[in-house]
Structure formats: C-alpha cells, structure tokens
C-alpha cells in the first residue's frame, strides 16, 4: 500500500517546484527542496497563509510546545480565505528531520484538497 506526506500552501499549483526553505537555527530546515510533512495538521496549518497586521515582519512558528498549532506574531491566517493540502507519494522523499521530508526534484501531488481557512482557525494562536 502506498504511503503519502501532506503539504499545505495558501496557493494552489498543479506541480510542486522545490524552494528555498529557511528555518532559524536548524540545518535541515533550509534546503532547496519540496517540503512535506507526516503529520497532516502541521500541513494544514500552512495551508491557512499568512497576512500582515502591520509593516513589522510577521513570524509564524511551529514548535513542539504548541503542539499541532501555528503561532502567527504580527499577522494572521487569512480569514475567510481558502487554502490547499497536498497528498504526495511518500516513496519520493527522503527524510529531513522530525516529522518533516524533502523532495529534491518537482512533485505532482496524488491528490489537491481545497480547504476553508476558517474551518481550520483551532489550528492557530495568533498573539
């Protein structure tokens, strides 16, 4: 049986094209790859997007601590919006870190699942 990692973008495409990823303070979290993620939730939050309260930068973590929640400071999920969770064939990635993969070359998902931000706002602590 094939098994599948999860992205979530903001942004809908028909191919995932690797980016170049930045992660403050860990390695394995900027590299020019397609990200992904076993855990579906962690890829859902960052399908909700992110929009500015300010000209500040925004920040948005993730940490264990929070659990299954994207912390947003100076900026917030883009209410009322939609948002896209990409199905992608585990057996091309290779593992990063965590729960996190990477895949070094483009990627068509299995699978394009629109998503409500608003259906997902428990996902989110915005301080």
């Given at each position: 049986?094939?098994?599948?990692?999860?992205?979530?973008?903001?942004?809908?495409?028909?191919?995932l094209?690797?980016?170049?990823?930045?992660?403050?303070?860990?390695?394995?979290?900027?590299?020019?790859?397609?990200?992904?993620?076993?855990?579906?939730?962690?890829a859902?939050?960052?399908?909700?997007?992110?929009?500015?309260?300010?000209?500040?930068?925004?920040?948005?973590?993730?940490?264990?601590?929070?659990?299954?929640?994207?912390?947003?400071?100076n900026?917030?999920?883009?209410?009322?919006?939609?948002?896209?969770?990409?199905?992608?064939?585990?057996?091309?990635?290779?593992?990063?870190?965590?729960?996190?993969?990477?895949c070094?070359?483009e990627?068509?998902?299995?699978?394009?699942?629109?998503?409500?931000?608003n259906?997902?706002?428990?996902?989110?602590?915005?301080?």
């Amino acid at each position: 049986m094939k098994e599948y990692l999860y992205h979530g973008s903001p942004y809908k495409y028909d191919i995932l094209i690797p980016s170049q990823a930045f992660d403050i303070g860990v390695e394995a979290g900027c590299q020019l790859a397609v990200y992904a993620t076993s855990n579906r939730n962690m890829a859902l939050c960052f399908a909700l997007g992110c929009v500015a309260d300010s000209e500040k930068e925004v920040e948005r973590t993730m940490m264990p601590e929070y659990g299954d929640k994207m912390l947003f400071k100076n900026g917030h999920p883009n209410y009322g919006g939609k948002g896209y969770l990409y199905k992608l064939d585990k057996s091309k990635f290779t593992h990063a870190m965590g729960t996190q993969w990477v895949c070094y070359e483009e990627i068509i998902p299995e699978e394009i699942i629109e998503i409500q931000v608003n259906d997902y706002l428990d996902l989110c602590v915005v301080i």
